[in-house]
Structures are given as structure tokens and as C-alpha cells.
């Protein structure tokens, strides 16, 4: 009956074969991957070996290392981690610190080591990635060598820039006019020079952090390090630490393709009702379904 049906019915036999190749269409697509969850909260975290002897040092975050060793006197490059507490340890020959941390999110923070290496400190800095005023960069003067005391930094023109900054301190930063400064370093209050740099360039909406290292028999210097330019866009090359999102799996929910096979299903089924319908109709010769 079906076969004589199809002969007589070629529309029929049409909508049948589209249907069954969208089915076949449909069980060949691979599932829908379930959405990806959100990657947690993130900060940025940079190191800086700032003690004049305390050689390199290995840099774990939790007991992992996550970027190269560091030595005198270098910053490293932001690396990114989950918001949260975390145990940041540098280690190094006869040298270890570590400092247990609370990173905020969205917040860029500075471990430094700093002073002697018979008495290393760690010290904490928030670095404030805020884009500075159009045309002006923003820098701030960290003192970090041991031995050397309070000190004014003032521009060649006469500005004081950070007064009174002691050992370790951050005075937090300031915006000036892009450009290319020399400044001298002098005990505070005094005019007593402890230091003299010139050429510093600073860009316009570039963020900077200015390190005096040295001290204790080691000639004090002036280190800047390249924060970030405009807000929160740290310098490219920051190491991965491989924390990322769940990977994508099957979804609980059917599929649109199927749903859509369902739908045209029931549309033609209804279709072939009518026509059987219809066909009845005419032969009855009657608008009354048959009895």
C-alpha cells in the first residue's frame, strides 16, 4: 500500500526523501560543546631581585616556578595568576624569601627582594596601571638600596618630583610631562648629591617605576622598568602560568538541528493528513468525513 501510495504521490515521496536527508545530516553533526565556564578572577604578578648580593634567584609562586631566574637587578615581566592568596618564593644560594600575598582582582602587584642578602626583605608594591593625563607620562622613584639614607629626587630644573623617600618605600606615582629628564638624588633636606642620572626618557600615557639600587659598597643606580602603557595593558612578553577555562564537553540539550527535524516531522505529518483528507473528500463526494 505504502509503495502503490509513493508511485501515485510523487510530492510525497519528495518530502519524505528531504526529510530522511536532514536526519541523516543532523545525527552526522557532532554534539554541541557545553559552554565554556568562565576563566576565574585574574591578576598580575612581576618579581624584582633587587639585593645587590643575593645573586639569582628561582621564582615560585606555591611552590611552582613560574618564570626564569632573576638576578641584580632585574624586574621581570607581568605573569598572570588566579585572583587570591598566593605564596610568592624567591630562592636563591643562601638567600630565601617569600611573602604570602592577598591579589586582588584586576590588580598588578610588585614582590621585590630587597636589602642585604645575610638579611634579605620581601616587599610588596601595588602598581597603579592608570592611564595618565593625555600627553604626560605617569613614574614613580622606589628607593631600594640598603645603606643609603632618605632621599629627595628633583628634576634638573629645580622640581621636586618625591621628597623624603626612605629604604623600601613607595612614595606612589606621579604624572609629568612626557620628555627626557635628568635628576640627581639628594639626602633629604639637604643639598648633598647621593646620585646623578640623566637621559631618562619617558613616553606619553606610558607608566613607569623608577628603582635607586645599590648601596653598601655597590654604586648606587637608577633602574626604570616599563609598567604599562595606558591603563591596565602591561608590556607584552609576560610568562604563562597555564591557568585557563574548562575545556568544552557534550551539552545536556538536544540540538537545533533535531529540534528542527521534529518540527518538520509533525508539519509533515499534518500535511499528509490534509492530503489524505482531501482525497477521501473527493471520493465521497461529500464534505463529511467518511463513516
Known sequence: MLRSTLRRSPAVLA?????????????????????????????????????PDAGTLTVRVDGKVVTTPVRFPTVSSYLWLPAGQHTVQLRGSGVEVSSRTTFAAGSATTVAVMGRAAHPLARVFHDQLLAPPAGDSRIRVVHAAPGVPPADVVASTGTVLFANIAFTQDPGYRAVPAGTY???????????????????????GAIYSIWAVGGGGTALRLVRTHDASGMARPPAGGVATGYGG???GRSDHATPGLA??????????????????????????SGRLPT
Do not use: N
Open 182 to 204: 635628568s635628576v640627581v638624588m639628594r639626602r633629604a633636606g639637604t643639598s648633598a648629591i647621593l646620585l646623578a642620572a640623566k637621559g631618562i626618557a619617558v613616553q606619553p
Open 15 to 51: 518530502v519524505l526523501t528531504v526529510l530522511a536527508v536532514t536526519l541523516l545530516l543532523v545525527l552526522a553533526m557532532p554534539p554541541l560543546a557545553a559552554p565554556v565556564s568562565a576563566a576565574p578572577a585574574q591578576a598580575m604578578l612581576r618579581v624584582a631581585q633587587l639585593s
Open 246 to 248: 574548562t575545556a568544552p
Open 260 to 285: 528542527a527535524v521534529l518540527v518538520g516531522l509533525v508539519a509533515t505529518a499534518a500535511w499528509l493528513g490534509r492530503r489524505g483528507w482531501r482525497g477521501r473528500r473527493r471520493r465521497s463526494g
